[in-house]
């Protein structure tokens, strides 16, 4: 582009006609209106645009439009190699990029058949960062949630203990929250020297917090009167969705990829999976979905605890180790369609590959994200809900953005 | 239940003129014909020994200008039986009078709506009978389908520059 190009040309109708509204003006009850919320807008975490249709504060009709963060990752993969896709898979969910990174390594190396070979420790050290990276999400999913309800003190409170994660990860990596760690047959690096004492510390830290957080979110009555009952989702309805992590198991389904698919070295660690039970209303409601994130970080420091544990004993650190040993000099699959799935803080992350070519490069990575089909039933379930109760049941979704559009 | 056994079962209820061939691999596909998809899903969806209830994930993808055809991917998984389907159609490209196209199996599978809106979006196949076909990702008002081996960028966007993408010419 020259320097001194026109960038935008304005038009009154630009908007209308990139993001048209679906609903007409003339097809409106006379009671009701459309109110549009976001796309710039807190509560929508992120770039969502809801278009709402409500008659006085009863909502009749929600209607999402995507695309305001699309960054075109499927058509980028098209043209790049296998291992340079990895920074780009950290993009879709920033808020757990570790996760991402450790399903797309997982599928990768499933194709060229080198899943068994990965050193038990490399893969330690994946679950270990996967699951302070689930804990750093569920912060944030959390905390934003308290603060969309009206409670400032959480979310400052789970900002604080987020940023020891990322400083551990930062540690790790290099990086807050991007990382590009986990590569394709291996790791950037070892863990540094230290790391482990100062993650217990950070554990035996981090659980006084937690019951904190219960006192202080899950007990609260202001916070149980705005989330219990409200935006309840039956367990067929979320099935029939493809809705899936927290918000699945909080309508009551004991269902986690990191049990049922049993992958990594999630079947030599011990860990529970909480469900919702409706303790403080019906089975599926805000408060419930909330619940279970809140339920999984103590889940996740139990395998984070038990990882450590066998990274300083079993597979503790040589001077011998090389987490770049394996890595494949060329990353050349054979022709094939492959699908791999995992389970991030979000639910059922999968990546699609197709194979066609002598080069590293994919012919085709489709992401199937969480978010996006979690999204989806938002409609569904603020039929007939209060305007307040809108923003209540977006935060509990917790989606992101990035990943929503990818 | 097995791969075969759920292929066999499906050549009993619909016959070899439907259920055309396996593509075999490390994970076997089932190659259906394109005017029964939604009958076979909701066959798999409502027996009780497949009893497949949730539809992990739709992908399109673009053949090659050389094949014309587009292959549609559908990922089926069944909760309780905890086994796997992978289902494969592929579709005419079409031309410039006929748009690629194929029956929507949203009423089968809600998390269809929104998979098959990506695919209208990138691709540009149409499924009839969808309850809302529209862009979903892209602008309403972008041209061309972005995922298309032939797709032709446009040069401007409401007066903006539209910046060029590598293309696979320029390949390492």
């Given at each position: ?406 | ?33 394109a ?26 993808l673009d053949n090659s200008t050389v094949e014309q055809s587009f292959d549609i ?16 159609v592929t579709i005419d490209r079409g ?5 690629p ?24 196949i ?47």
């Amino acid at each position: 582009m020259s320097k001194n190009a026109i960038q935008y040309v304005y038009h009154p109708e630009n908007f209308d006609k990139s993001d048209p509204l679906l609903t007409q003006l003339s097809d409106l009850k006379s009671q009701e209106m459309i109110i549009n919320l976001g796309p710039q807008h807190p509560s929508t975490h992120g770039v969502l645009r809801l278009e709402v249709v409500t008659d006085g504060e009863m909502i009749v009709k929600v209607i999402p439009h995507m695309g305001y963060l699309h960054r075109c990752f499927e058509k980028h993969a098209e043209n790049l190699p296998y291992n340079q896709i990895i920074p780009f898979v950290d993009r879709l969910d920033y808020a757990a990029a570790m996760n991402s990174e450790h399903i797309y390594a997982m599928g990768v190396e499933r194709m060229l058949g080198i899943e068994k070979n990965i050193p038990p420790r490399i893969e330690y050290i994946r679950v270990l960062v996967a699951e302070l990276n689930r804990l750093s999400s569920h912060f944030l999913g959390v905390g934003a949630y308290a603060m969309d309800i009206g409670a400032f003190t959480p979310f400052l409170w789970m900002m604080r203990d987020r940023e020891h994660i990322n400083r551990l990860l930062e540690w790790v990596s290099g990086a807050r929250m991007l990382y590009n760690y986990i590569w394709i047959g291996g790791l950037y690096y070892d863990l540094p020297v230290g790391f482990e004492a100062r993650c217990l510390e950070f554990v035996h830290y981090l659980k006084p917090r937690l019951v904190e957080l219960q006192k202080l979110v899950m007990e609260n009555q202001i916070f149980i009167h705005r989330t219990a009952n409200i935006g309840v989702l039956p367990l067929d309805m979320a099935i029939n969705y493809g809705v899936t992590g927290p918000m699945l198991r909080a309508s009551g389904l004991r269902y986690d990829l990191r049990k049922v698919d049993a992958y990594s070295v999630y079947p030599e660690i011990d860990f529970d999976i909480p469900i919702g039970e409706g303790k403080m209303g019906q089975v599926g409601d805000c408060w419930d979905r909330t619940s279970v994130r809140v339920e999984e970080c103590w889940q996740s420091l139990r395998i984070i605890e038990q990882c450590i544990e066998k990274l300083t004993s079993v597979h503790a650190r040589t001077n011998a180790f090389d987490p770049q040993a394996m890595l494949p000099k060329k990353i050349r699959p054979q022709k094939m369609d492959f699908y791999c799935r995992g389970e991030s803080p979000k639910g059922e992350l999968g990546f699609f590959f197709r194979h066609n070519t002598n080069f590293d490069i994919p012919a085709r990575c489709k992401v199937r994200s969480p978010c996006f089909s979690n999204l989806s039933v938002i409609s569904e379930i603020t039929q007939g809900a209060m305007l307040a109760d809108l923003i209540a049941i977006l935060g509990s979704v917790d989606f992101i953005m990035g990943e929503v559009d990818r | 239940m097995t791969f075969l056994e759920i292929k066999n079962l499906l050549i009993q209820k619909f016959g070899d003129q439907v259920i055309l061939q396996e593509v075999p691999g490390l994970q076997p596909q089932l190659v259906v014909a394109a005017y029964e998809i939604v009958d076979v899903c909701s066959f798999l969806k409502n027996n009780a020994n497949t009893f497949f209830d949730s539809l992990s994930c739709i992908t399109a993808l673009d053949n090659s200008t050389v094949e014309q055809s587009f292959d549609i991917i559908y990922h089926l998984y069944s909760i309780p039986h905890e086994h796997h389907l992978i289902i494969k159609v592929t579709i005419d490209r079409g031309n410039e009078n006929i748009q690629p196209n194929i029956d929507s199996i949203s009423s089968v599978y809600r998390t269809a709506d929104w998979h098959e809106r990506e695919a209208f979006d990138f691709f540009g196949i149409i499924f009839n009978k969808h309850p809302d076909l529209r862009r979903i990702l892209l602008p309403s008002d972008w041209e061309g389908f972005p995922l298309r081996k032939d797709y032709q960028q446009q040069k401007y966007y409401h007066g903006i520059e539209v910046a060029s993408v590598a293309t696979s010419d320029t390949k390492i």
